[in-house]
């Protein structure tokens, strides 16, 4: 039955305020059903119309999805609740490692300054997104790596490029093929968006095959993968997965829109073996925000050209263009010595710190996954009994049902800040964690 929360307003908006309300306060709770439509207007005393309007803006807003006769539902992980909310809170004293962060000790953008004697004259209105200097950089840093970067755009972080990329080829209801367990927050975009996601299970060498070719018999219009340092599993796309995606992808004789996430680059730890030019339509996303520091909001995104268009056109109807400073800032810091060798520091102390910890609890007979980034991924049977003992030990994860879908349960622990002295006292409490609630389902 349709739960019974008070639903105000007249027009379309202001019912999907109301709505949007009830759902922030917990009043209308996630798999609660909606009254029907003609119920609220009979109800409110406003035209049906009206309320279907509603309820399709809570749709493209991600807060409600049409489940057949079942009607309208609270989606099981409304937008207005963000993945990285879920979870416990960290007590006083925890050490955690919940947070999916670099070190802050390895972060260049700490040790490089702006140049007050710049000598270019100051951006204005009308001129040129990219500075001359990043888009130079970035084309050569890209083409080494095997990426077609004749047609560039910048935007503020990985996940601004990711939207930006998806609102130029996609409407509300169609289907995106995501990593399943994947990143919160392109979750939670895909559902802000009013995109249905369509999971694809993902091992260390990145997404399955013939998950993908399932996902693509569904229809999806987009696919987007994490080419390394997936987060939170660690997966990285080996050469091999990645030339069994590239004939799969190519295969296809519909457009389908494919993304590549490297928001850790340099950092990963793993060669890059990209998707980039598959299909007629992709988009290759390069963050340096994990790698330089996180204020840094800014990426560079290579795609085909009506896709780089549709980008520039939409930030030109917005923001107009990423800062110039942040831009110069960002190839100061690429081309600088220091700043290069401390880059070269971190990815041997995450690196170091990930097959240490997966060591250890291998020796612990725990299964955990890592391949590259900042993480590492391990399946528990019960994610909440195993992130309780962990935290009554002292120690604070990241509970996988902030990343799953259909996926079995896991939490992910960031190991960027991980001291040497640390590594066997934390497999032991994860050991404790794990067994003790029972076998996991790897």
């Known amino acids: 039955m349709p739960v019974r929360y008070s639903i105000t307003g007249t027009g379309a908006e202001s019912i999907a305020a109301s709505i949007e309300e009830g759902i922030s306060q917990g009043a209308l709770a ?9 119920e609220v207007a009979s109800q409110l005393g406003v035209n049906a119309n009206t309320v279907a309007a509603a309820y399709r803006l809570l749709r493209d807003r991600g807060a409600v999805e049409t489940a057949g006769r ?46 007050p004697t710049h000598p270019d004259r100051p951006l204005l209105y009308g001129q040129s997104a990219i500075s001359t200097e990043l ?51 392109l979750l939670d975009l895909v559902a802000a968006l009013g995109l249905s ?24 219009r987009a696919v987007i993968v994490t080419t390394r340092a997936q987060n939170p599993t660690g997966a990285a796309l080996s050469k091999e997965r990645a030339k069994a995606l590239r004939s799969l992808l190519a295969g296809k004789t519909t457009d389908v829109l494919v993304i590549e996430d490297d928001h850790c680059a340099r950092i990963s730890g793993a060669p890059l073996h990209p998707l980039a030019g598959a299909t007629r339509r992709w988009a290759f996303v390069r963050s340096v925000s994990k790698a330089y520091g996180p204020d840094l909001r800014l990426a560079v995104v290579a795609g085909d050209r009506r896709t780089i ?62 391949r590259s980034g900042l993480n590492v991924w391990i399946p ?37 800040d991980l001291k040497d002295d640390e590594i066997e006292p934390l497999a032991d409490a994860i050991a404790e964690a794990v067994h003790s609630a029972g076998p996991s389902s790897v």
Do not use: C
């Open 30 to 38: 996630p798999g609660d059903a909606l009254p029907s439509i003609r």
């Open 70 to 115: 079942r009607g309208t539902r609270v989606r099981s992980r409304p937008a207005t609740t963000p993945r990285s909310l879920l979870g416990l809170a960290v007590p006083e004293g925890a050490r955690d490692l919940s947070t999916g962060n670099p070190d802050p000790q390895l972060l260049p953008i700490a040790s490089v300054q702006l140049d």
């Open 135 to 185: 888009a130079e950089h970035a084309r050569a840093s890209l083409r080494g790596d095997g990426v077609p970067a004749e047609h560039l755009a910048v935007t503020s972080g990985a996940l601004d490029g990711i939207e930006r990329v998806l609102a130029a080829h996609l409407r509300p209801g169609d289907r995106v093929a995501v990593e399943d367990p994947g990143w919160a927050n």
């Open 197 to 220: 996601p369509e999971p694809v299970k993902v091992d260390d060498e990145g997404p399955l095959v013939l998950s993908m070719a399932r996902a693509l018999r569904r229809g999806v």
């Open 309 to 370: 268009e549709r980008v520039h056109g939409r930030l030109r109807l917005g923001p107009g263009w990423v800062s110039r400073l942040l831009q110069d800032l960002a190839v100061r810091m690429w081309s600088n010595d220091a700043a290069t060798e401390l880059i070269h520091a971190a990815r041997e102390q995450y690196a170091k710190n990930r097959n240490a910890l997966r060591s250890a609890l291998a020796e612990r007979d725990v299964t955990a996954h890592g």
């Open 380 to 416: 528990v049977p019960d994610e909440t009994v195993a992130i309780t003992r962990l935290l009554n030990s002292g120690w604070a994860a990241a509970p996988g049902t902030r990343f799953r879908m259909d996926t079995p349960p896991g939490m992910r622990i960031t190991i960027a």
